[in-house]
């Protein structure tokens, strides 16, 4: 992280300082600016709000609203629920990983998508599913996830 960085981040908390009781508080305030916590701002945060640096690392992976990791235009949610396991959930990812080259948890090198492994999409009767930001695609094959993933990657999907 760079001293600007590192500068921005303890402008962010410094509302905070003191405050240990408002460490969520302030470790949102660093995610809606970066769009993650990484390390670096960790140890900003710890320091100004006055808590251990092993506390604010508790905090951001006890939950799992906090990232660490810095994520794509696009998240990529696949169900992996019983459902779609029976369905061919595992087809999918391997699709995934082909057109994406990455796999569940990483990101993108074009930082177009963000892929994340669920336990359920709510949509068990279109199994094999994923969601892709607030669209939900159903009934997937490896060709026609993989056709999916290119027009919204491009822009029209």
Known sequence: MTVATETRVAELVKAYA??????IQALHRVQSELGHVPAG???????VVGVPLSQV??????YHFFRTN??????????LG???????????LKAIREELGVGLEETSADGAF????VRCLGACGLAPVMMVDDDVYGK???????????????GGG
């Open 18 to 23: 003191g405050r240990p009781s408002e460490l």
């Open 41 to 47: 701002a960790q140890a900003v945060v710890a320091a």
């Open 57 to 62: 690392r508790g905090v951001v992976t006890f």
């Open 70 to 79: 810095p994520v794509g235009r696009h998240t990529l949610r696949l169900c």
């Open 82 to 92: 019983t459902a779609c396991h029976v369905r061919g959930a595992e087809n999918i």
């Open 114 to 117: 963000t892929v994340e492994g």
């Open 140 to 154: 997937l094959d490896p060709k026609r996830t993989k056709r999916i993933l290119r027009q919204i990657r491009e």
